[in-house]
T-cell receptor
C-alpha cells in the first residue's frame, strides 16, 4: 500500500470552525493533490502542491507538503455548510502518473 | 469548462450479463481513466488509456475490459457481471504528459447494481 496511517475517516464540526485533514503516505512523490467530492458528484481537484512549495493557499484552503515526513495536510478556515464533502489526497508514485487516492475523510459541517 | 459525461447514471444488471459503461469527454485530453469507488476503499483504478486505440490495466483490472475507439470516448465492459462488481464507477480525463502533475476531471459517476 502507498498509504501510511489511515486518514481520519470522519469529522463533524460547526460552521465557522477551522479544520485540518491529514494524509500520510509511503511512496516517493513530489506532488500531492487534494480533491473534494460532494454527494452524488465526481471528485474535483482543490489544490495541487509540489515539494518545492511546502505550502499553498487558495481562498480559504491551505495545503502543506512535507516530503521528509511523507505527509500532507489540507486546512479549511471558516468552514461553511457547503464544505460538507469527502476530501481525498491523491498522489502518483515516482515514474508513474496514474493517481492513487487515499480512502478519504468525510467532513460534515453543521449550520 | 472541462466536461466528462457518463452514461447511464444508474444501471441494474443480472449476474452473468454483459454491461457496458460509457464515457465521453469534450476536453480533448489524451488520458482517460476508469475508477470504482466502494466504501472504505476510496477510488481504485481499473483501466486507463493514453489515447485512441490504447488501453492499459490499472490496479484492479480483473473482470473488466476497456475500449478507447476515439479521443472522446472510453468504455468499460463487464463481460460477465458479478455481484462483487456492484459499485459506483467514475470516468476521468487528464492531459498531462509529465508524471505526477496531472489534474483529473471526473464525470458524475455510474451506479451499477448487479443482482
Amino acid at each position: 500500500s502507498q498509504w501510511g496511517e489511515e486518514n481520519l475517516q470522519a469529522l463533524s464540526i460547526q460552521e465557522g470552525e477551522d479544520v485540518t485533514m491529514n494524509c500520510s503516505y509511503k511512496t516517493y512523490t513530489t506532488v500531492v493533490q487534494w480533491y473534494r467530492q460532494k454527494s452524488g458528484k465526481g471528485p474535483a481537484q482543490l489544490i495541487l502542491i509540489r515539494s518545492n512549495e511546502r505550502e499553498k493557499r487558495s481562498g480559504r484552503l491551505r495545503a502543506t507538503l512535507d516530503t521528509s515526513s511523507q505527509s500532507s495536510s489540507l486546512s479549511i478556515t471558516g468552514t461553511l455548510a457547503t464544505d460538507t464533502a469527502v476530501y481525498f489526497c491523491a498522489l502518483a508514485s515516482s515514474g508513474s502518473w496514474q493517481l492513487i487516492f487515499g480512502s478519504g475523510t468525510q467532513l460534515t459541517v453543521m449550520p | 469548462e472541462a466536461a466528462v459525461t457518463q452514461s447511464p447514471r444508474n444501471k441494474v444488471a443480472v449476474t452473468g450479463g454483459k454491461v457496458t459503461l460509457s464515457c465521453n469527454q469534450t476536453n480533448n485530453h489524451n488520458n482517460m481513466y476508469w475508477y470504482r469507488q466502494d466504501t472504505g476503499h476510496g477510488l481504485r483504478l481499473i483501466h486507463y488509456s493514453y489515447g485512441a486505440g490504447s488501453t492499459e490495466k490499472g490496479d484492479i483490472p480483473d473482470g473488466y475490459k476497456a475500449s478507447r475507439p476515439s479521443q472522446e470516448n472510453f468504455s468499460l465492459i463487464l463481460e460477465l457481471a458479478t455481484p462483487s462488481q456492484t459499485s459506483v464507477y467514475f470516468c476521468a480525463s487528464g492531459d498531462a504528459w509529465t508524471s505526477s502533475a496531472e489534474t483529473l476531471y471526473f464525470g458524475s459517476g455510474t451506479r451499477l447494481t448487479v443482482l
